[in-house]
């Protein structure tokens, strides 16, 4: 199955980069197509996880991955991060993390010896950010053991950073911003579980699932604490995790980590997935001193009341209110929960509203992205999916699942949600046992490619090459909290959503679809200091950057 | 504790069993019986210790209604349905991890969440909703529906009805 969805990629993909166009889809109803163009692309290596049975729980959280621009050449660049293949109780081989740089011809070459990122602790997930200010990006990699932050040096090299902070242990997403507009940018650190080598090594599968003996977790295990440091301006970082407010009191299990104005009020607040307990939406003061305001303001729980087992997290402002919405991709049996934003921190649940439940309802879900994909101006929602028991596999026709699952694909149509999974290209019929989902334009088209990193197997590579229903914008303003633009009938609103996925790393630039139209009249970006840069007439299909 | 009452039976054991035992000797049994009496007090204890905690914090809410503060009222409202805070659900999620479910029969039933010793999940649900009605509430009419609401639910809960 595998080798003939292949070779149609190398078909269609060889069709597409030399310039033929698109494949048409007069033939479906779904304007959505993807190829995957990972193994043409060079990106064969596998990531790992653990053994094949996967006793410990830290074998089931897979990697995760980044698209950046790490050579500041204009062109999306990948890290993915790497764990460790175990043999039962033995270390077969330690992965070490990978970096490709985007050769702008289809081709991603491997450059991690160079640049000198080859870490191979048994890493889990991603982030970057500009720790001195020097408009080069760099890099935070979690691992289980410590974390290591490094220091972007602008030849296409980077160095470790001698005091990184760090949270040791097996530590999950992160996420750099400017938690109290100084200019300077912190870091939080998401903690999942306290857990030591000899555990994972020598663990054993006791928890009965489906009538089959499987990993025990997360009950069971201790909670790892998350940290936030403070960035002190002169490449040092303080950890002030408890006068910030960001204790992680109940050691929940945390996952996926995003920050971003949620009120408006231009400053970034914080929202973390929580495994199996409430998810924590942390309050900005505007001076970072944080408020835990989750389970009030209706975005820590489902609608029926009930903690479930945040994995990853999207965000985006899917009615054009001017306020993000949050999606939270969830486990096995139980629907990934869209959290609508009624503005003043209060948010309900909407997932049957907008017709999610039946396609998010089996899967076990991961990496998630709230993206206009085929740029009509609506939000299409991807889901990356896998199940964490191998043994999934040998469960009872009954539970409707396995270890590796198609990923979802929700076409946004007028505000709710269609499943065109089955019909958006060879690319969705790829069955991984998939995690973490970075999105970016990967091969300067306007439209955002999707890349998936997958348990004990190299990442998904989806190349978009869906029908477009419109134009587009690509506005690189790294500082700027949002982008409005006035299309004449309608309005879109893109908020700055800072890292959020499942320990990954999208494309920091803002992307709009438009819709059928040639001019913006009026665009507009709003920076945290109040400040707007107005735009009058603006050309589309282009990338706009701005500087301040 | 646990551990401590452990060693105090342990060492009364020691002392009192001879070497033929033909019956328990009087100290061990009375130990055992003090030992049957903490086992059993502490499923009431538990249940006591949840319902001050639910007690503050609908003390809280009250207050804070009062004062016109709905913001904070509202927060309270929804620790009372979560049954105390991120904290106190640390605590609930170390119990779990050890095995013990205060409500395992209810939980089995679908009628309690894990972990939850007092507000059942129809109750949690109706509490939670009063809270972000009080948010969202933008006058006095609909404010008092809200804490209506959720007193009349909160009330009969924490006086075990």
């Known amino acids: 199955m595998i080798t003939r969805i292949r070779a149609a990629s190398l078909l269609l993909s060889v069709i597409c980069w030399a310039g033929v166009g698109p494949v048409s889809l007069a033939a479906t109803d779904s304007p959505l197509l993807f190829v995957d163009v990972a193994a043409e692309a060079g990106l064969e290596a596998p990531t790992w996880c653990g053994g094949l049975e996967k006793p410990h729980l830290l074998e089931s959280g897979g990697t995760g991955l980044a698209l950046f621009d790490y050579d500041v050449d204009g062109d999306l660049d990948l890290f993915l991060v790497n764990g460790w293949r175990l043999d039962r109780t033995e270390i077969a081989e330690r992965g070490r993390n990978l970096l490709y740089r985007n050769e702008g011809d289809g081709l991603f070459r491997d450059v991690t010896e160079r640049a000198g990122v080859g870490d191979d602790q048994w890493g889990t997930g991603v982030t970057t950010g500009d720790l001195d200010g020097d408009r080069l990006p760099d890099l935070f990699v979690t691992s289980f053991g410590t974390d290591i932050l490094y220091r972007n040096q602008g030849d296409g090299t980077f160095v470790p950073v001698a005091e990184s902070p760090s949270v040791e242990g097996w530590s999950t997403g992160a996420v750099f911003f400017d938690s109290d507009a100084d200019g300077d940018q912190d870091l939080f650190v998401a903690g999942y579980v306290d857990a030591t080598l000899e555990e994972v090594l020598f663990a054993e599968p006791t928890l009965v699932w489906e009538g089959l003996n499987v990993m025990v977790g997360p009950f069971g295990l201790d909670g790892l604490g998350n940290h936030f440091f403070r960035n002190l301006g002169d490449g040092r970082f303080e950890d002030v995790t408890k006068e910030s407010g960001l204790e992680d009191v109940g050691l929940f299990y945390s996952f996926a980590v995003s920050a971003l104005d949620l009120d408006g009020d231009r400053d970034l607040d914080l929202y973390v997935t929580n495994d199996s307990n409430p998810n924590y939406l942390y309050r900005n003061n505007g001076a970072g001193v944080f408020e835990e305001v989750g389970l009030w303001s209706g975005a820590a729980l489902d609608g029926m009341g009930n903690a479930q087992a945040g994995m990853g997290m999207a965000a985006g402002d899917l009615d054009n209110d001017g306020l993000p919405d949050l999606f939270v991709s969830n486990f096995w049996k139980d629907v990934s929960t869209f959290y609508r934003n009624l503005g003043d921190f209060i948010f309900e649940d909407a997932t049957l509203e907008l017709g999610l439940r039946q396609s998010t309802y089996l899967p076990l879900s991961w990496g998630t992205t709230l993206s206009d994909l085929d740029h009509d101006g609506g939000l299409e929602i991807f889901i990356a999916n896998g199940h964490i028991f191998p043994q999934a596999d040998q469960a009872p026709p009954s539970s409707q699942t396995s270890f590796r699952q198609a990923n979802v694909l929700l076409l946004n149509e007028g505000g709710r949600f269609v499943d065109v999974s089955d019909r958006s290209g060879p690319g969705l019929e790829v069955v991984e046992s998939s995690r973490g989902l970075a999105v970016g334009d990967i091969d300067f088209d306007g439209d955002l490619d999707l890349a998936v990193s997958n348990v004990d197997a190299p990442p998904t590579l989806l190349r978009n090459d869906s029908e477009r229903r419109g134009s587009w914008l690509m506005i690189d303003a790294p500082e700027a909290l949002r982008v409005t633009v006035e299309t004449g009938s309608r309005q879109l609103i893109r908020h700055r959503v800072i890292a959020a996925s499942y320990v990954s790393v999208n494309d920091e630039r803002f992307h709009l679809g438009l819709g059928k139209t040639d001019r913006v009249p009026k665009l507009t970006l709003l920076w945290p200091d109040g400040s707007q840069k107005v735009l009058t007439d603006v050309g589309v299909d282009r990338v706009l950057v701005f500087r301040r | ?161």
Do not use: C
């Open chain 2, 1 to 161: 504790m646990t551990k401590k009452v452990s060693l105090v039976v342990m060492a009364i054991a020691l002392v009192a069993l001879p070497t033929m035992a033909q019956k328990t000797p009087e100290k061990v049994v009375a130990a055992y019986d003090a030992l049957a009496n903490i086992i059993l007090d502490m499923r009431e204890a538990e249940h006591d210790f949840v319902v001050a905690v639910l007690d503050g914090h609908m003390h809280g809410a009250k207050m804070l209604f009062k004062k016109g503060d709905y913001e904070g009222a509202a927060a309270e409202m929804a620790l009372v349905a979560n049954e105390g805070d991120n904290a106190v659900g640390g605590v609930r999620k170390r119990l779990l991890e050890g095995g013990h479910h205060f409500n395992a029969e209810g939980e089995e039933q679908g009628i309690f969440e894990p972990g939850y010793v007092v507000v059942n999940r129809e109750a949690k649900k109706k509490m939670l909703a009063a809270s972000s009605a009080l948010r969202q509430a933008k006058d006095d009419v609909a404010r008092k529906a809200a804490w209506d609401d959720f007193a009349g639910v909160a009330k009969p809960l924490l006086a075990g009805e």
